[in-house]
């Protein structure tokens, strides 16, 4: 699998899974958004976690920087 999130991607995934789970554990903890909120967080911070995201690989997106990319 190749890695396709860079650094700050990292970091601004995390902060916004932190958000979202936050938002569903406490203030929306009596609707029907916790669920939703608590699954997109987890995936954000998956996605953070492993370097690589789904989507920007189907949209041939690539925030890491060319320099920390293994040789060919």
Same mark, same amino acid.
């Given at each position: ?9 990292? &970091?601004?995934?995390? #902060? /916004? $899974? ?9 203030? %929306?903890?009596?609707? +029907? ?5 608590? &699954?997109?967080?987890? #995936? /954000? $911070? ?9 989507? %920007?690989?189907?949209? +041939? ?12």
């Amino acid at each position: 699998m190749f890695n396709n999130v860079g650094r700050f991607d990292q &970091i601004v995934r995390l #902060l /916004l $899974a932190q958000v979202l789970l936050y938002a569903g554990l406490s203030v %929306y903890q009596d609707t +029907g958004l916790v669920v939703g909120l608590d &699954i997109a967080a987890a #995936l /954000l $911070a998956f996605s953070a976690a492993i370097g690589f995201c789904g989507i %920007y690989s189907l949209l +041939g997106i690539n925030t890491r920087p060319p320099h920390d990319h293994p040789p060919t």
